[in-house]
């Protein structure tokens, strides 16, 4: 199953979200109608980059490695690129 990373971006705070989703439009519209408990007090959201990967669990993996970056810059960049470089960030070995 195909799996999708995405950044949010909250219209409130400015503040980027990260996920995996097997569905994006699915997941904005529960970020938006406040289904997420943490996201809930940020909303609207925009969905500012989205990148599809093999599976699921590839995507699920990168989204947390991003996140363990803790980078406001890191996050910036993969918006302008208009894509997470995979072998620039991770070790494929998992």
Do not use: C
Not at 4 to 9: A, E, R, W
Not at 27 to 40: A, C, D, F, V
Not at 63 to 85: N, P
Request: aromatic share 14%; net charge positive; charged share 30%.
């Amino acid at each position: 199953m195909i799996g999708f990373v995405y950044i949010l971006k909250s219209l409130k705070n400015k503040r980027f979200y990260i996920g995996s989703t097997i569905d994006i439009q699915r997941r904005l519209i529960e970020h938006n109608s406040g289904k997420s408990k943490y996201t809930s007090f940020t909303r609207p959201f925009e969905l500012v980059f989205s990148q599809k990967f093999d599976s699921i669990t590839t995507a699920k993996k990168i989204e947390y490695k991003i996140k363990q970056f803790k980078s406001k810059k890191v996050i910036i960049d993969i918006i302008e690129s208009g894509e997470i470089k995979i072998d620039q960030f991770f070790n494929l070995s998992w």
